[in-house]
């Protein structure tokens, strides 16, 4: 009778434990289900605030998609909530763009999937100056040194040094205008495609690779500058005295370094007064992406004379006297650009070197259209309240 009260006794601990189990299991599982769709509502809606904010970006210009109100019109949402997801839950809650100031926009999207929302904003700045327009454009910090004479406007993304700024100011006259892009406004410059043209244009010229130098000891200055298009995989160096003439574009992949005076187009040359041709000759270095010191600038150390566009990816110093008719432009790239001109430089806008882009290569400087769908560059991303 004992033994029977035992067994009974510990069938009902045995099931008591079980239930327990059974129910910790049961809450443990259902706790993992809902943490699990909690996930994947938080993912779902993220993708559809992303899918949202990208639909934007290509549709910011165009008015036909926005309203009164500055938000994505309904029709265009529900496209977006049905090529998306198909969950009766899933709504992408709203679009909504706006103008921080001149050159800085920002975009919000908010989606929300059963119950779960995620909201994205994107900021960025506008592409609305041509870096071409300009005597001096630079896609970070312009050095002016002592002496400059400008004739023709100036940007820079990132502002201005000055060695001597009340000499520079007084130097540079009431009708030229100084833009502080302020980390905000990003040029337009000469896009991938546009280079891989005027590569492709140089290696095709003649049918074979005569202007296009693979080694150093391919260099042949006397082919540059002749109505033609001299495309350079080494980098150029000139001690002393590189004199170039004429029409045409060099495109350096890698760097230029002159130590002292280099000559474009200059017909005469009387003590300070130097006399151009009418001739314009672009020199455009790019990086040639070995991680080499200097890569993708133009240094010239004493002594530039030049008539033309001067463009470099990642920089131009020139660091004593200096004369330029034409275009001094430098892009931002993985190398902080800046130009330096320490003493006596003098520079004059003329944009006659847009000529040759438009016959040559059917590239019109004067409008530069990019191929990209905007105008527009991200300057940050973020989650708030998330």
């Not at 926009?105 to 327009?133: H, M, P, Q, W, Y």
């Not at 003590?271 to 151009?276: A, L, R, S």
């Amino acid at each position: 009778m004992n033994n029977d009260g035992y067994a009974l006794f510990l069938s009902f601990i045995i099931i008591v434990a079980l239930v327990i189990l059974t129910v910790s299991m049961s809450l443990l599982l259902s706790g993992e289900m809902g943490f699990t769709a909690q996930n994947l509502n938080q993912t779902r809606a993220f993708y559809l605030a992303e899918s949202g904010l990208e639909f934007a970006t290509a549709a910011f210009y165009d008015e036909y998609v926005w309203n009164a109100d500055s938000l994505i019109k309904s029709e265009y949402i529900t496209d977006l909530e049905s090529n998306f997801y198909a969950g009766s839950n899933t709504n992408l809650n709203y679009i909504e763009k706006e103008q921080i100031d001149s050159y800085t926009l920002k975009l919000t999207s908010k989606a929300t999937v059963n119950g779960v929302s995620r909201t994205i904003v994107n900021v960025f700045g506008e592409f609305s100056l041509n870096a071409f327009d300009y005597s001096f454009a630079a896609g970070s910090k312009i050095h002016f040194g002592n002496n400059p004479d400008i004739i023709g406007n100036v940007f820079a993304t990132d502002g201005f040094e000055y060695q001597a700024i009340q000499n520079f100011l007084k130097k540079i006259g009431d009708d030229v205008e100084l833009i502080d892009g302020k980390g905000k406004v990003f040029l337009k410059y000469l896009d991938d495609t546009q280079i891989e043209k005027i590569k492709e244009i140089a290696m095709a010229d003649t049918g074979d690779t005569d202007y296009v130098f693979e080694t150093t000891a391919d260099i042949d200055l006397s082919k540059i500058g002749n109505n033609n298009i001299v495309y350079s995989r080494v980098d150029i160096f000139g001690a002393n005295n590189l004199v170039l003439n004429g029409e045409g574009i060099l495109l350096v992949e890698g760097k230029i370094v002159v130590d002292n005076n280099l000559e474009v187009n200059v017909a005469s040359e009387s003590g300070n007064d130097i006399v151009f041709t009418d001739d314009d000759l672009t020199i455009i270095v790019i990086p040639a992406g070995d991680g080499g010191h200097d890569d993708g600038k133009i240094i010239i150390k004493n002594n530039l004379y030049y008539k033309g566009l001067l463009y470099a990816e990642n920089g131009i110093e020139i660091k004593n006297n200096a004369e330029v008719t034409g275009s001094i432009i430098t892009k931002n790239g993985s190398i902080l650009p800046y130009l330096n001109s320490n003493n006596n430089f003098t520079a004059i806008y003329d944009n006659s070197y847009f000529d040759f882009f438009l016959d040559k290569l059917s590239i019109d400087l004067a409008e530069n259209d990019s191929e990209s769908s905007n105008n527009l560059t991200l300057i940050s991303w973020e989650e708030p309240n998330n």
